[in-house]
């Protein structure tokens, strides 16, 4: 008698033996209205996840927020969703695990807005905004590419650098590394190689 009260407290036991046998009505409804997450987007865009060297697609829903500069600046964009995108031949929509909680790579607490700099012979470490960290980088390129570059070498014009190299990693995608294929040999770098193909 105990085990025929405990079957009859199984949701889908309710189901089968009651008028919603489809689960289509009353057993379905949760009695609370949920918005979509996607809801509050303004914008879709198409793009690629960051991990793993597969590729596949991902649908990025943004809201437009107030810009920098107290809201004087340009609109920035939020990221408000992740969902894998059904037109990429690659996933068709589907994403594992680490793809489907990408959000958490634009969202999450822990995401870094600063960068730790040691001065050269310095002993602590100081905190540099993303520009000035960019700015520093372009200037460093620039400057090893000035002091490394060679018009020829034994008599053969060879225009190159040999100042810098290029090591992609395997999250990049086919169009980042043709865009980074193309930077690094404008700049007349011949060390460029990527880690998916070592």
Same mark, same amino acid.
């Given at each position: 008698?105990? !085990? ?8 889908? @036991? ?15 409804? !949760? ?12 914008? =879709?865009?198409? !793009?690629? %996840?960051? @991990? %793993?060297?597969?590729? %596949?697609?991902? &649908? =990025? ?17 939020? =990221? ?15 994403? %594992?695990?680490?793809? !489907? ?11 870094? @807005?600063?960068?730790? @700099? ?22 460093? =390129? ?31 995608? &086919?169009?980042? &590394? ?15 190689? &990527?880690?998916?193909?070592?």
């Amino acid at each position: 008698m105990g !085990s025929r009260r405990r079957i009859g407290s199984w949701p889908v @036991y309710r189901q089968l033996t009651g008028p919603d046998r489809r689960g289509l009505g009353a057993a379905a409804d !949760s009695g609370k209205f949920r918005q979509a997450r996607t809801s509050t987007a303004d914008a =879709v865009v198409k !793009s690629v %996840c960051p @991990y %793993c060297a597969v590729g %596949c697609g991902q &649908n =990025v829903y943004v809201q437009d927020a107030p810009g920098g500069s107290g809201g004087t600046g340009p609109p920035r964009r939020k =990221v408000v969703q992740i969902e894998g995108d059904p037109d990429s031949p690659v996933s068709r929509g589907r994403l %594992c695990p680490k793809g !489907s909680a990408s959000l958490q790579l634009t969202t999450g607490g822990s995401r870094q @807005y600063k960068v730790r @700099y040691r001065r050269p012979f310095g002993t602590e470490f100081e905190d540099l905004d993303l520009d000035t960290a960019m700015d520093m980088i372009a200037d460093r =390129v620039l400057a090893a590419r000035r002091q490394g570059w060679q018009w020829d070498v034994d008599g053969d014009r060879t225009r190159r650098t040999l100042g810098f190299a290029s090591l992609g990693g395997a999250t990049l995608d &086919n169009e980042e &590394n043709y865009l980074i294929k193309k930077l690094f040999t404008a700049l007349g770098a011949i060390q460029i190689e &990527n880690q998916a193909r070592i």
